[in-house]
């Protein structure tokens, strides 16, 4: 007899929304695997977050967790000169599925990003740009170019379907459609973009094409005074061996903003699994 998940996914899916319309009007992820530019890499911003998938792709059995977290420091200022966002991943914390031995290697990677219109922001950088201990498909370096749009759909505090976010880039390595993938080289280009549709005041519902396949998933700020956000989400859709991933988020501006700007809830974008889950 099959096992149907789609009770308890409604159920948490409910709980989070009715959560998020008392929190206060900030921005939660705007995507989960693919970088996104809009007000990311404030000086003082810091950030830690970790990531939960049932299984990798290659893997045979329905639950079979691995786990990866982040840790994020902000060091510019995006609306004035160049944001810059310099985050270290530890992967391999779960140990039990994807690539053998792997626990606690890591990488270290940056994101510049720069406000060109009220409503449009770039961004680019480089994920995997050095690291330890590392399985052959982390150490290919992934550089990026993006873009992030802000569309107004509903002007006004605290509305419902206020806003549509939407992201376009290309990049190599992990950016790669399938059969352009190869652990071996970092060369090939692949498109990656991502819209997400502010569906309560702070949780978005988010659509993403990763490059390779496709995710959809749900963000919220699910605390009214904790700058916390959860993103819960099912990956590899168009995969046999689709998954879900849940990421959890937490930042904090330790220095004093002396002008108004657009925070991203001072919160770090989810990490990315590594690309080792990929290929195991």
Same mark, same amino acid.
């Given at each position: 007899?099959?096992?149907? =998940? ?15 319309? *008392?929190?206060?009007?900030? !921005?939660? @992820?705007?995507?989960?695997? /693919? ?10 911003? +810091? ?21 990866? @977290? ?7 200022? $995006? ?10 991943? +530890? ?6 599925? %994807? ?14 990003? &720069? ?10 950088? !480089? ?43 290309? %990049? ?18 692949? !498109?990656?973009?991502?819209?997400? *549709? ?13 490059? =390779?396949?496709?995710?959809? %998933?749900?963000?919220?700020? $699910? *605390? ?7 993103? /819960?989400? !099912? ?23 002396? &002008?108004?700007? +657009?925070?991203? %809830? ?5 990490? $990315? ?8």
């Amino acid at each position: 007899m099959k096992t149907s =998940y789609g009770g308890p996914v409604i159920f948490l899916f409910l709980f989070l929304a009715q959560t998020c319309v *008392f929190a206060q009007n900030r !921005v939660p @992820a705007l995507s989960s695997t /693919i970088p996104n530019a809009f007000a990311q890499g404030y000086l003082g911003s +810091i950030g830690a977050g970790g990531a939960l998938q049932s299984r990798s792709r290659l893997t045979s059995n329905f639950i079979d967790p691995d786990a990866n @977290a982040a840790f994020a420091i902000g060091l510019g200022n $995006p609306e004035k000169w160049i944001g810059v966002d310099f985050r270290l991943n +530890i992967y391999g914390i779960g140990n039990n599925t %994807g690539a053998s031995d792997n626990f606690l290697e890591g990488t270290v990677e940056f994101h510049l990003t &720069r406000q060109l219109a009220r409503q449009i922001w770039a961004g680019a950088g !480089v994920y995997d740009l050095a690291g330890w201990d590392n399985e052959p498909a982390n150490k290919l370096r992934s550089v990026y170019l993006t873009l992030t749009g802000v569309l107004p759909l509903r002007p006004g505090e605290g509305h419902f379907f206020k806003t549509c976010y939407l992201t376009a880039g290309v %990049g190599n390595g992990r950016f790669r459609t399938d059969g352009q993938y190869d652990v071996t080289r970092e060369g090939g280009v692949g !498109v990656f973009g991502s819209a997400a *549709f502010q569906v309560l005041p702070e949780g978005n519902f988010v659509i993403e094409w990763t490059g =390779y396949n496709l995710y959809t %998933g749900f963000s919220v700020f $699910p *605390f009214k005074k904790l700058p916390a956000q959860l993103t /819960i989400g !099912v990956d590899d859709i168009f995969h046999e061996n689709w998954h879900f991933v849940l990421a959890g988020t937490i930042g904090f501006q330790i220095l004093k903003n002396r &002008r108004k700007t +657009i925070h991203h %809830g001072t919160t770090i974008m989810p990490p $990315p699994p590594p690309q080792t889950s990929r290929v195991f």
